[in-house]
Nanobody, 123 residues
Framework: QVQLVESGGGSVQAGGSLSLSCAASGVPVSSNNMAWFRQAPGKGREGVAGISRGGRPVYADSVKGRFTVSRDNAKNTLFLQMNSLSPEDTAMYYC?????????????????WGPGTQVAVSS
């Protein structure tokens, strides 16, 4: 019943931008902690950016100043604006929803996950 579907991934040159969207159904983005994670080949899944139920954003140090996380409560959609992309940003990007009181970018704190959208940044 709960479904998260990412979109907006693709290939872009270094320095370019991409906008990711996460369409949520069965889980309101306004009352859940929402976050973006990414996983590169051979590496673990890492938190990128999130926004709490209260609307507080948090970012990994590696993306601060470049990425912006936001949500549209009316559309029940989570967004990630990615600017100044570099090859190090290449990964599968996942949308996640959490229902715990704590707000973190830890994988274990999120119950629902989308299938992911691929982002590839070339040199």
């Amino acid at each position: 019943q709960v479904q998260l579907v990412e979109s907006g991934g693709g290939s872009v040159q270094a320095g370019g931008s991409l906008s990711l969207s996460c369409a949520a159904s069965g889980v309101p983005v306004s009352s859940n902690n929402m976050a973006w994670f990414r996983q590169a080949p051979g590496k673990g899944r890492e938190g990128v950016a999130g926004i709490s139920r209260g609307g507080r954003p948090v970012y990994a140090d590696s993306v601060k100043g470049r990425f912006t996380v936001s949500r549209d409560n009316a559309k029940n959609t989570l967004f990630l604006q990615m600017n100044s992309l570099s090859p190090e940003d290449t990964a599968m990007y996942y949308c996640a929803a959490g229902q715990l009181w704590q707000f973190t970018l830890l994988v274990s704190d999120y119950r629902y996950w989308g299938p992911g959208t691929q982002v590839a940044v070339s040199s």
